[in-house]
């Protein structure tokens, strides 16, 4: 069990980074995916500011642990957690999305310091994620890859190509984290395209499977643990979710897949978060 | 004249390269007998990864090994390694410029047995739209050899088309290659021809015979066709009556796309786009009776010089 300061730590992470979502990357009428964005605030900042062996002053560090974002339409929660460790100063977060942005509507690893690579067009993120962790084994590093991938997102049939890959090569240094928030962009999954059962599909394609709720710190911390111990096999946390984490409005709300807010639920959401502050 | 499969080069020319540079990975969709990277396989298995039969993770998992350091060469029919992974090329290897180098094997109408759905008439067109994207068409064994070679230590991504069947040497082993670069391969005064693949020996022997006629036809192997240099292309069209391009591929997109863009702002001149005329391939008992089906003959170019030269 990881001690109180760090679970104390991680939830305030997760709550600034949410906050950075709603006041500094999207705000009044503008449009960004907020639902997707805060069903995976804990993950992100679990690994960003605990699990993950990065420095924001050298994003090139050889021997770093990998996050790659293959739901990237979630860009704004990496995003703010890249802000917030130092990788770019934070005013750049106001200017997400705009002509020159050093910030892209997706993943640009030739834009923000600290994206690894250009992810959006799902489904890849899982086989990067595979060449990653061969690169990086061939080499001999200890580095783990983590990649966050949608529910919505395993109707891709080049998920479940790597998950044969990964099983098949026994990639035991990546993770693959499925943020199951449950909602597509246009309604929830079971009743536009079931994906599930999910956990299942993972078992046979040969991974280690764990179930946790996503927005449990101490659940995400024992299983990223847990991930480290298995051996000759890769690793699939299951993370349940709820898409708009904290956003009364935005909460299992297809709306929020990608919903721009208007003055009222501005306030809201800003009182949302005020009220989770300790 | 000699002859030699440029997919036995390209498999020859990886292991030489993975020798010199312990960086060079290989990946593969199970047609590493066909596209000859087996030859790879056997020298340097820990950096041989067989994919099985799924080209897009293939594309993708060659995306994180560049990510780490790494050269990855990924390989399958021309047809396949370009358009069952177009969107994985395209978004995550080419918008971040990554050193992954495709090869098309059995490009054009050389797997002739196979049919149109092992054929790749569109493969050029749809790798040349993507911005950053390098696109190389070897004329001989020989030249394959030095693109593998220059594809290695060329940043982003690279393309290569190879023929499946054995094809005349027309370069020499002494020679350079540099990506971007012209090679004329036949002095002439009246008509520009630009070729390349299995085209350049038909526009070459079209050009002797024309010699007989009074017609003096000038040749160029334009194996880089993107990127393309297009001052030289109109540096050298200055003084011909004519241009003719020649090319086994659809004439949508192809070469003579490439040149009729280079052309397009600075020159009136009359321009002819020989190459396959809008068609899928189809199955045939041997390569050569696919080429006279679709008119990619020393004749066909040889009566596309004169037609456009009005000496029909």
């Known amino acids: ?278 | 004249m000699a002859t030699k499969s440029q997919r036995q080069a390209y498999g020859e020319a990886l292991v030489e390269l993975g020798r010199e540079n312990k960086n060079i990975v290989v990946l593969e969709a199970d047609l590493g007998k066909s596209t000859m990277s087996i030859l790879f396989q056997q020298q340097f298995p820990d950096r041989y990864f067989e994919m099985g039969i799924a080209e897009a993770n293939m594309a993708s998992t060659a995306a994180g090994l560049a990510l780490t350091g790494k050269t990855p060469f990924i390989n399958s029919f021309a047809v396949f390694a370009t358009g069952r992974c177009f969107d994985q090329l395209r978004q995550t290897i080419s918008i971040a410029g990554l050193n992954v180098n495709i090869c098309g094997s059995s490009a054009g109408l050389s797997d002739f047995g196979d049919g149109s759905t092992h054929q790749s008439v569109e493969d050029m067109a749809t790798m040349r739209s993507i911005p950053g994207m390098t696109v190389l068409v070897p004329v001989d064994a020989i030249e394959t050899r030095k693109m593998v070679r220059a594809m290695a230590s060329h940043p982003g991504p690279c393309y290569i088309r190879i023929n499946r069947n054995d094809l005349p040497f027309f370069t020499a082993e002494e020679g350079e290659f540099t990506i971007g670069k012209l090679y004329p391969v036949r002095e002439g005064s009246d008509v520009l021809v630009f070729a390349n693949g299995v085209m350049v020996s038909k526009a070459v022997e079209a050009a002797e015979a024309l010699a007989g006629e009074g017609v003096s036809v000038k040749v160029v192997n334009v194996s880089t066709v993107k990127p393309l240099d297009k001052q030289a292309v109109i540096d050298m069209a200055k003084g011909f009556k004519a241009i003719v391009t020649a090319e086994e591929h659809s004439v949508i997109g192809g070469l003579g796309g490439a040149i009729a863009e280079a052309l397009s702002e600075v020159k009136n001149i009359p321009l002819a786009i020989l190459g396959i005329d809008d068609r899928f391939g189809t199955s045939a008992t041997n390569y050569d009776e696919l080429l006279v089906h679709y008119g990619l003959t020393a004749d066909a170019v040889k009566a596309k010089i004169k037609k456009i030269i009005g000496k029909e």
């Open chain 1, 1 to 278: 069990m990881a001690p109180q300061t760090t679970i104390d730590l991680l939830e305030a992470k997760a709550l600034r980074l949410r906050e950075h979502i709603v006041n500094d990357l999207t705000g009044v009428g503008k449009v960004g995916h907020l639902g997707g964005s805060c069903s995976s605030a804990e993950i992100v900042a679990t690994l960003y500011f605990h699990k993950m062996k990065h420095d924001p002053k050298n994003p090139a560090l050889p021997d770093r642990d990998r996050f790659l974002l293959s739901k990237g339409h979630a860009a704004l929660v990496q995003y703010a957690a890249l802000a917030e460790a130092g990788y770019f100063p934070k005013e750049e977060m106001k200017k997400v999305k705009t002509l020159g942005a050093m910030l892209q509507g997706h993943p640009d690893m030739t834009k923000t310091p600290g994206v690894e690579a250009n992810t959006g067009s799902l489904g890849q993120g899982l086989s990067i994620a595979c060449g990653m962790a061969l690169g990086l084994r061939l080499d001999g590093l200890a580095s783990k890859v983590y990649v966050l991938i949608g529910d919505g997102e395993l109707a891709e049939g080049q998920i479940w190509e790597a998950a044969m890959a990964a099983a098949y090569y026994k990639i035991d240094n990546l993770v693959a984290i499925v943020d199951r928030n449950r909602l597509q962009a246009t309604g929830p999954i079971c009743e536009r395209f079931d994906t599930n059962p999910v956990t299942p599909k993972w078992a046979a394609f040969g991974w280690e499977t764990i179930e946790i709720d996503g927005h449990d710190i101490p659940a995400i911390l024992g299983a990223l643990d847990k991930a480290d111990q298995v051996k000759g096999k890769p690793t699939v946390i299951i993370a349940e979710t709820v898409k708009g984490k904290c956003i009364s409005f935005a909460e299992n709300n297809p709306a929020f897949h990608n919903g721009a807010m208007t003055p009222e639920q501005w306030e809201t959401a800003k009182s949302d978060l005020n009220k989770l502050r300790r």
